[in-house]
């Protein structure tokens, strides 16, 4: 069975672009969740999505949005990219919306995001 | 502001050594606390832990959680240079609409020579 998949596995962005990386959950899952990992930091959360509706938003500006489609793949847009952008992308999908309470939690390759 | 430490944050042991990987936590509505292992890039499961004083284990790993002192271990016995990677600890909490979400800490990044 495929895990979670991601792409691209990395990308080269400069300044001010826009970005939009792409999330397939395990067949099955409902709930996509992304977050970002900055360099020699631990992953901080983006989003929460679940039965394509926004659950959950950590503390990102509005340049940072994302959906879930009715497959429930999901995308994470970033606008006007900033050099602090630069981190790997993580997406992970859980079979409910409360699968991180129960470890359920499985997590992509991520997207290596670099802005220039 | 809720938050997530763990300690060291960098370790350098011999195959064989036994290492202890600390994680404290101050967040609002604890729901449970959970181990990850990542080696290149996406982090891998290792145990879930919710209620004081029972230790999980898995083979050399194994964790134990202090819900009064709020905080967590993680040892590995019989270090493998497999074991190297960064272990992140991460804490769930229930935010009310929102169903869960992970706070993690910085990861503690453990190299074990042969």
């Known amino acids: 069975d495929a895990g979670v998949t991601q792409s691209p596995t990395h990308l080269i962005k400069t300044r001010g672009q826009h970005v939009t990386l792409r999330c397939s959950p395990i067949?099955?899952?409902?709930?996509v969740s992304w977050y970002q990992q900055v360099l020699g930091q631990g992953p901080q959360f983006i989003f929460q999505?679940?039965?394509?509706?926004?659950?959950g938003r950590g503390n990102f500006p509005d340049r940072f949005s994302a959906r879930q489609f009715p497959n429930y793949s999901s995308e994470l847009n970033v606008n006007a990219l900033l050099l602090g952008d630069s981190a790997l992308y993580l997406c992970?999908?859980?079979?409910?919306?409360?699968?991180?309470?129960?470890?359920?939690?499985?997590f992509g390759e991520g997207s290596r995001l670099t802005v220039l | 502001e809720d938050k997530v430490v763990q300690s060291p944050l960098s370790l350098v042991v011999h195959e064989g050594d036994t290492v202890t990987l600390n994680c404290s936590y101050e967040?609002?509505?604890?729901?449970?606390l959970l181990w990850y292992k990542q080696e290149k890039k996406a982090p891998t499961f290792l145990f879930m832990l919710?209620?004081?004083?029972i230790e999980k284990k898995s083979g050399r790993l194994s964790s134990i959680l202090d819900k009064k002192e709020l905080f967590s271990i993680l040892n590995i016995t019989a270090t493998q240079t497999g074991d190297s990677a960064v272990y992140l600890c991460?804490?769930?909490?229930?935010?009310?609409?929102?169903?869960?979400?992970?706070?993690f800490g910085r990861g503690t990044q453990l190299t074990v020579w042969p």
């Open positions: 992970a999908s859980s079979l409910t919306g409360t699968g991180v309470a129960t470890g359920e939690l499985f």
């Open positions: 067949s099955g899952h409902k709930s």
């Open positions: 999505y679940y039965e394509k509706e926004e659950r």
């Open positions: 967040v609002t509505n604890f729901r449970s």
């Open positions: 919710t209620s004081s004083g």
């Open positions: 991460a804490v769930a909490a229930d935010r009310g609409s929102t169903l869960g979400r992970l706070y």
